[in-house]
Each structure stands twice: as structure tokens, then as C-alpha cells.
């Protein structure tokens, strides 16, 4: 089974230059995450995995995007042992004016 979460958008402190540490800015991240199903064994829910993403960004204001992306992949792994695979894509739409940037990454357990 995948859990698919698009375009989750939260409002954090992420970056290195002056002004991404002082002002909160839109960050979009999209999730897949593999595993097991079993109707009576095992569940993952989709909006316990928003709540984590969330606090965690908003949280520890990560200055590098790898930073975050890495410690997500931590967290959400550590929350759902169960997991087989982990997509990430953490997106900063607004740092640039003409592109969005950001990185992602595949890991399977």
C-alpha cells in the first residue's frame, strides 16, 4: 500500500541567509510512503503524518533543506517502523523569483 500526500504547505523558518531566519516562509512537501497493509494489523494515518512533518518543520528551523529532508526521513521512520519505502520532496516556492527549488529523496528499509 502507498500513502500519498501532495503539496502539504507549512508556514517555518528554513535557510541560511538573514532574512529566511527571521521570517517564516511557505515550504510544500509531498510524501510517499510504502507499507504492508493488513486491514486488521496495520494502519498508518495519513493525518498523523501531516502532524509530524508540521511540528517538525516549524519546530527545529532547519537552515538547509537536506537538513530537513534528512531529518523527516528520521522522524517519520522512527514514528512508522513498519515502513518500506519513504519519498520526500521539500519545496521552497518562493525563495526565487522565476522557479521553485528544492530537493527529495528516495530511501527503501
Same mark, same amino acid.
Given at each position: 500500500?502507498? *500513502?500519498? +500526500? /501532495?503539496?502539504? #504547505? !507549512?508556514?517555518?523558518? =528554513? ?8 521570517t ?17 494489523? *496495520?494502519? +498508518? /494515518?495519513?493525518? #498523523? !503524518?501531516?502532524?509530524i =512533518?508540521?511540528?517538525?518543520i ?7 533543506i ?8 528520521d522522524?517519520?521512520i ?9 519519498? !520526500? ?15 527529495s529523496e528516495?530511501?527503501?528499509?
Open positions: 500500500m502507498k *500513502i500519498i +500526500i /501532495d503539496s502539504l #504547505q !507549512i508556514e517555518a523558518i =528554513i535557510g541560511i541567509l538573514d532574512f529566511e531566519r527571521i517564516p516562509q511557505s515550504i510544500v512537501i509531498n510524501v510517499e510512503a510504502t507499507y504492508d497493509y493488513t486491514k486488521t494489523l *496495520i494502519f +498508518i /494515518d495519513y493525518s #498523523q !503524518i501531516t502532524k =512533518i508540521t511540528t517538525n516549524q519546530d527545529s528551523k532547519y537552515e538547509l537536506e537538513e530537513a529532508l534528512i531529518g523527516l526521513k522522524i517519520l522512527l514514528e512508522f517502523p513498519t515502513l518500506l519505502s519513504l519519498y !520526500i520532496k521539500l519545496i521552497k516556492p518562493n525563495i526565487l523569483s522565476n522557479c521553485t527549488v528544492g530537493v528516495l530511501w527503501n528499509f
